[in-house]
């Protein structure tokens, strides 16, 4: 029903930058959390940010200052921007949007995930 479709990733070099984007399609109410999670071989995935319709943000501890999320609601599409790239921020990028199917009742769903590369 929702499709997630991610772009951006790839090799940075310490102390680079990325822009990651994703974009939701398919039929659906309305898309109110949207998001980035991180995951590495051997780890769980973990938030890196959040951003709600709203604007509500959170940003996990190890990528606020650096990392930036927005949206765009009509495009539905959510960004990330990361500056100062570390070899920590390695890892599968995978976009996820929350969807309302009605006004009370959702689904999560998630990209395919891309991978980005911090290294010399």
């Known amino acids: 029903q929702v499709q997630l479709v991610e772009s951006g990733g790839g090799l940075v070099h310490p102390g680079g930058s990325l822009r990651l984007s994703c974009a939701a399609s398919?039929?659906?109410?309305?898309?109110?959390?949207m998001g980035w999670y991180r995951q590495v071989p051997g780890a769980q995935r973990d938030m890196v940010a959040t951003i709600t319709k709203d604007g509500q943000i959170t940003y996990s501890d190890s990528v606020l200052g650096r990392f930036t999320i927005s949206r765009d609601n009509a495009q539905n599409t959510v960004y990330l921007h990361g500056t100062g790239l570390k070899p920590d921020d390695t890892g599968v990028y995978y976009c996820?949007?929350?969807?309302?199917?009605?006004?009370?009742?959702?689904?999560?769903?998630w990209g395919q995930g891309t991978q980005v590369t911090v290294s010399s």
């Open positions: 996820t949007a929350r969807a309302y199917e009605l006004s009370f009742t959702y689904r999560d769903y």
């Open positions: 398919g039929r659906f109410f309305s898309v109110n959390r």
